[in-house]
């Protein structure tokens, strides 16, 4: 076995680079704008990360790269870029608009907002399966719920007064 032939490059470092670039971006997009409601709980970049380093890293061990140094150059692309994509997020506000995707409000002072719902491919039986595991038995009890940007629900309800109709009370959070 030739050790020093593992660290060799036989593909740029530059076009690993570049490769590494365009699918981070490519598929940190896809996940933005498109797997919202499949993330869960942990962020869309966190995913991605994991899901590219693994690859790059059985390509680099597995023999689809050349050299193992090729594959280092990769991961650390697709590392750098993660990281440069949180540290933005946490410095500019912008960047974190665009990094996560804002709150959806689904119901409103008690009414379901169905365009929402098909925003995101959400039936009213997911909206009601989701408002019962918060201990809610229906939407007029809410005053405000949202798909979070990490796919999950928060539901703010009234109070049991303000349920009958008085005009003052406390917001209370399930969970909080």
Same mark, same amino acid.
């Given at each position: 076995?030739?050790?020093?032939?593992?660290?060799?490059?036989?593909?740029?470092?530059? /076009?690993?680079?570049? @490769?590494?670039?365009?699918?981070?971006?490519? %598929?940190?997009?896809?996940?933005?704008? *498109? #797997?919202? &409601?499949?993330?869960?709980?942990?962020?869309?970049?966190?995913?991605?990360?994991?899901?590219?380093?693994?690859?790059?890293?059985?390509?680099?061990?597995?023999?689809?790269?050349?050299?193992?140094?090729?594959?280092?150059?990769?991961?650390?692309?697709?590392?750098?870029?993660?990281?440069?994509?949180?540290?933005?997020?946490?410095?500019? /506000?912008?960047?974190? @608009?665009?990094?996560?995707?804002?709150?959806? %409000?689904?119901?409103?002072?008690?009414? *379901? #907002?169905? &365009?929402?719902?098909?925003?995101?491919?959400?039936?009213?039986?997911?909206?009601?399966?989701?408002?019962?595991?918060?201990?809610?038995?229906?939407?007029?009890?809410?005053?405000?719920?949202?798909?979070?940007?990490?796919?999950?629900?928060?539901?703010?309800?009234?109070?049991?007064?303000?349920?009958?109709?008085?005009?003052?009370?406390? /917001?209370?959070?399930?969970?909080?």
């Amino acid at each position: 076995m030739n050790m020093s032939g593992l660290f060799e490059f036989h593909v740029s470092p530059i /076009e690993l680079i570049v @490769r590494g670039t365009l699918i981070y971006w490519f %598929l940190f997009l896809m996940f933005r704008f *498109v #797997l919202r &409601r499949d993330a869960g709980a942990v962020g869309i970049a966190d995913i991605l990360l994991v899901v590219l380093v693994a690859d790059a890293s059985q390509n680099a061990m597995g023999g689809g790269y050349d050299t193992v140094t090729e594959g280092c150059v990769l991961v650390g692309t697709l590392i750098g870029w993660n990281y440069l994509v949180d540290w933005a997020s946490y410095r500019w /506000e912008a960047v974190a @608009r665009f990094a996560e995707p804002a709150p959806l %409000l689904l119901i409103d002072r008690g009414r *379901v #907002l169905a &365009r929402n719902l098909r925003r995101e491919f959400l039936t009213r039986e997911d909206l009601d399966a989701q408002l019962r595991m918060k201990g809610v038995e229906s939407p007029s009890q809410v005053r405000q719920a949202y798909m979070e940007s990490d796919g999950k629900f928060s539901v703010v309800r009234y109070d049991s007064a303000q349920a009958q109709g008085a005009s003052d009370g406390d /917001e209370r959070v399930p969970g909080a």
